[in-house]
């Protein structure tokens, strides 16, 4: 009865005391949790394979072609219509058999289409290094991929792919699966399914005949073609197929002893000698396929049937392709093959090139060089596949535009190539060229580049910084060997790049400084899904446009004035850059590099040998290469010149100047130059170089009879640091320099009695000969030593005292005649006569004591003066005549109608009124 008794309380205590523990509770929304997962889990799968495609038979046994496009739209091949040979599954040997199932699917026979153990193998792989990280596909679950399904890695497709596996092994056999797996994979060098592949790789038509080495290999090929290739890459296909032996072993097909048997197999033995060929477009093609992978999570153009939609001008393909054969009618001078040190008995190797063909605006590859001769099936591709070092087609990418950019530095900004540039911590050097020993002292950054000068380029690189100049350059996607950039990657000589990288960042040079990655791919369809993937790569700001301007603008000199004059094409604006490399112990550089543009295409190539200790015996073929590609690219095509952004404002300046100064008034037109300047960076300070100092005062000159002298002296009351030139003509003869003095008088002797001298003296700097005065003068009479009383006491008829002129000569200049005289006498004008082969063309009276004939024609001239006196009894007097004979040879100056001689002038500039033509 207590027990019945307990109060309220009491009870509700008792109850709470058996409540469950907090553990359980948490097991118990554990569970909800995963139920309710679970179900989400299995209602999403459930979409999943609702969603899923049909099983269609007709896609089963051969796979889809593939579409590509041109950049118009147009069909231009069909990858699937040819290279395929379709067998069934009683042609298969047992041999190839074995190698594919212990390749790729060792309990294919005992699973149901998909393989539970692979499957959690992978799921781990999965969760610790990623999604994607490792397959589980079985052989069935590839056909189905392959026959129905993008190869992208969803979870929802992977789904899909296991539940249609399931399907299949409903609808077909393993033996008709097999058969259709074999038919369907690719096998590299285009072709696809194992019957072409042992065409191709062995000249076998009877899979009967294959031996084990060479099924292995074929087992092996699949997982990576190109990469495998045993033409290109025969020890990285032995190592593979040495793994396909051993996982023969592992599953029991064959014995340790038949593996190590054929493990001594030599791979280029088993190979067709006849199955090089090149194909048309096959350089392009390789790079659209390689980029639809990459991009695309594994889709191959080759099996999965897509409407591939490509940037390729087929025109430009076919004559780059031109260019590298040896078709007749070819313009390059390609050199005749050379000894391989490596193999001196064996057969000489050639000259091999690559070339890339950008448009300049979007970046889309036109047309790609594979290699000389073409392209061999999946072989290797020097355009896209070599990594070359580039020489100094970097110093626009790794110098001069990172200082642009960051520095601001003009095209005329000043560098010392003062010689050879000591390697911090070596014994090494770099010199500006190597073995010539000449070095050009203070040079603008423009001549720096037009010339490739090495030393100011790693100053440059050096101030620059070298984080710096890998961000730069990064930007531009040029990147660097074990991610550090060296010192003599300033002038390209560490890590290595190819032509289409290098084209990709020569072309934000010539785009505004816009850089995108060269594609060859627009969009990929699949046609039976209707789904479209844009694979353009999305443009982005690499640069300034006053830097990529200012870079162009100094590409187009080296062409124009620098090491790519060959590269030039006339009448169209490009720009470019040279390179070449050495390599110690090598005659010749190894590798030899052109990249340039114009407003329309981008191009770059690089030409050496497989083996880089040949050295190159013509480093100018890259240039022809780029005038013959770059010529016939812009025909009928119009070709603007770069635009010059408003960052960028053209100043001339004082060369030489040190920093850049404007030019004062008295700087020479020779040496002023017109560079280009970041705006709001461009010089404010004047030279005073070339500044006119003031000019001396009161200049007098007077004859001592004593001395027998003329005395002349001046004042200069400037603090300026001069001395001063004396300089004197005689009765109108041309100004002869008599001294320089610091002092400020001069006492000139032997002097001419009767002569009338003209001293003139100019102040000119001691600091620097540029700066000078202009010009002060004056007069002086020197007497006859015996002067008679009455001057003017002539004869009855004033004859007799006019003489001739003296020292009359005529000198050629082209076709220029210069007559000069001299006379002593009472005043007089001076009558002058050409005659031209007999014939008079010209007469005229002058004051001077010369004239120029000029424009003369060819031809035996006869100039003959005759003084006339002016003064008192002598006016119109006659003296005696004086001739002088000169000869014009022929010249290009001869006037068009034929007719006349030239017109003579005086000395002083001007024809007398009396001049009779």
């Known amino acids: 009865m207590a027990e019945k008794g307990q109060s309220r309380t009491a009870r509700r205590k008792q109850k709470q005391s058996k409540k469950k523990p907090l553990w359980k509770k948490i097991l118990l929304i554990t569970g909800i949790a995963m139920l309710a997962i679970g179900v989400g889990v299995g209602a999403l799968f459930t979409y999943y394979i609702a969603t899923a495609p049909e099983i269609d038979a007709s896609k089963l046994s051969v796979p889809f072609s593939s579409k590509i496009y041109d950049k118009d739209g147009n069909l231009f091949a069909d990858l699937g219509a040819e290279q395929r040979t379709k067998i069934d599954y009683n042609e298969i040997p047992d041999v190839l058999e074995d190698a594919v199932l212990a390749t790729e699917d060792s309990r294919y026979y005992d699973h149901p289409g998909i393989d539970i153990w692979r499957i959690g193998g992978a799921v781990i792989a999965n969760i610790t290094d990623g999604f994607g990280s490792e397959g589980a596909s079985t052989i069935t679950q590839q056909v189905v991929e392959k026959s129905f399904l993008s190869p992208e890695k969803k979870i929802s497709l992977k789904v899909q792919e296991m539940w249609l596996a399931l399907q299949l092994e409903q609808d077909y056999s393993k033996q008709q699966i097999l058969e259709m797996y074999l038919n369907k994979i690719y096998y590299g060098n285009g072709a696809y399914g194992v019957a072409k592949a042992a065409e191709v790789y062995f000249g076998k038509t009877d899979l009967s005949k294959l031996t084990l080495p060479e099924a292995a290999i074929l087992a092996g090929l699949p997982q990576r073609p190109s990469a495998y290739n045993p033409f290109k890459n025969p020890e990285l296909m032995k190592e593979r197929m040495n793994t396909v032996l051993s996982l023969m072993v592992q599953h029991g097909k064959i014995s340790q002893k038949e593996a190590d048997k054929a493990s001594k197999t030599d791979i280029p033995s088993l190979l067709n000698k006849d199955s090089s060929d090149s194909s048309p ?31 390729i001008d087929t025109d430009a393909q076919e004559y780059v392709e031109f260019l590298l054969s040896d078709k007749e009618g070819n313009p390059i001078n390609y050199p005749e093959p050379v000894t391989n040190p ?11 090139a690559g070339m890339t063909v950008l448009d300049t605006k979007t970046g889309a590859i036109r047309a790609i060089g594979g290699a000389r001769g073409g392209l061999e099936n999946d072989g290797y591709n020097y355009a896209t596949d070599i990594s070359r070092q580039p020489g100094s087609t970097f110093k626009p990418i790794v110098d001069y535009g990172p200082a642009i950019e960051n520095k601001q530095w003009s095209t005329y900004h000043q560098l010392n190539d003062d010689g050879p540039y000591d390697i911090e911590g070596t014994d090494d050097q770099i010199n500006t060229w190597v073995g010539n020993g000449h070095y050009y002292g203070w040079v603008s950054m423009r001549y720096a580049l037009q010339q490739s000068l090495n030393v100011p380029a790693v100053k440059t690189f050096e101030e620059v910084g070298r984080g710096t100049a890998k961000e730069f350059a990064n930007g531009l996607g040029i990147n660097f060997e074990n991610e550090k950039i060296q010192l003599t990657d300033s002038i390209g000589g560490s890590s290595g790049t190819n032509p289409t990288k290098l084209a990709g960042a020569y072309r934000a040079f010539a785009n505004e400084g816009i850089y995108n990655e060269p594609y060859a791919v627009t969009k990929v369809e699949f046609p039976e899904s209707g789904k479209t993937v844009n694979l353009k790569p999305e443009p982005k700001p690499a640069m300034s446009d006053y830097t990529a301007y200012m870079i162009t603008d100094m590409l187009k000199t080296v062409i124009t004035e620098g090491t790519g004059e060959q590269a030039n094409v006339p009448g ?21 590099w052109f990249s340039g543009y114009s407003t329309n295409y981008t191009i770059s190539i690089w030409t050496g040998y497989d083996n880089n200790d040949i050295g190159i015996s013509n480093t100018k073929i890259p240039h022809a290469l780029f005038k013959n590609t770059m010529a016939e690219l812009s025909k009928d095509k119009d070709t603007p010149d770069f635009t010059k952004p408003d960052s960028v404002v053209e100043v001339a300046v004082e060369e030489g100047s040190r ?22 960076n461009e010089p404010t300070k004047t030279s005073e170089k070339y500044d006119q100092l003031d000019p001396v005062k009161g200049l007098e000159a007077t004859f001592d009879k004593e001395s027998s002298t003329i005395q002349a002296e001046w004042k200069y009351n400037s603090d300026e640091d001069v001395s001063f030139e004396v300089s004197a003509s005689v009765d109108g003869g041309e100004m002869q320099n008599l001294s320089s003095t610091e002092e400020t008088s001069i006492e000139i002797s032997n002097v001419e009695p009767g002569s009338e001298y003209e001293i003139q003296v100019v102040a000119v700097s001691n600091k620097t000969e540029a700066n000078s005065s202009e010009p002060k003068t004056t007069t002086v009479k ?31 200049s082209g076709s220029n005649v210069d007559v000069s005289w001299g006379y002593k006498g009472p005043p007089a004008r001076y009558e002058v006569v050409v005659t031209q082969d007999g014939s008079e063309v010209n007469r005229q009276t002058v004051e001077s004591m010369g004239i120029v004939i000029e424009d003369a024609p060819p031809g035996s001239y006869t100039i003959t003066v005759t003084p006339i006196g002016q003064n008192g009894a002598n006016q119109g007097v006659r003296g005696d005549s004086s001739s002088t004979q000169a000869t014009v040879e022929g010249n290009s100056n001869e006037p068009e ?16 009124d009396e001049q009779n033509n």
């Open 897 to 912: 109608n034929g007719g006349g001689g030239g017109t003579g002038t005086g000395s002083d500039g001007s024809t007398d």
């Open 342 to 352: 490596d193999d001196p008995d064996g057969d000489k190797v050639r000259l091999q």
């Open 659 to 680: 920093p850049a100064k404007l030019p004062s008034d008295f700087t020479p037109d020779s040496e002023i130059v017109t560079e280009l300047f970041v705006k709001g």
């Open 281 to 311: 477009y096959e350089a392009f093609l390789q790079k659209v396929r390689k980029e639809v992978k990459q991009k695309m999570d594994g889709a191959d153009i080759y099996t999965d049937g897509l409407k591939v939609y490509t940037t």
């Open 572 to 592: 169209l604006p490009v720009a470019g850059k040279t390179g070449t490399t050495n390599r110690e112990g090598v005659d010749g550089p190894p590798d030899s």
């Open 782 to 812: 020197v007497p006859k030593e015996e002067e008679e009383e009455n001057e003017g006491d002539e004869g009855e008829d004033g004859e007799g005292n006019i003489p001739p002129v003296s020292n009359l000569s005529a000198s050629v």
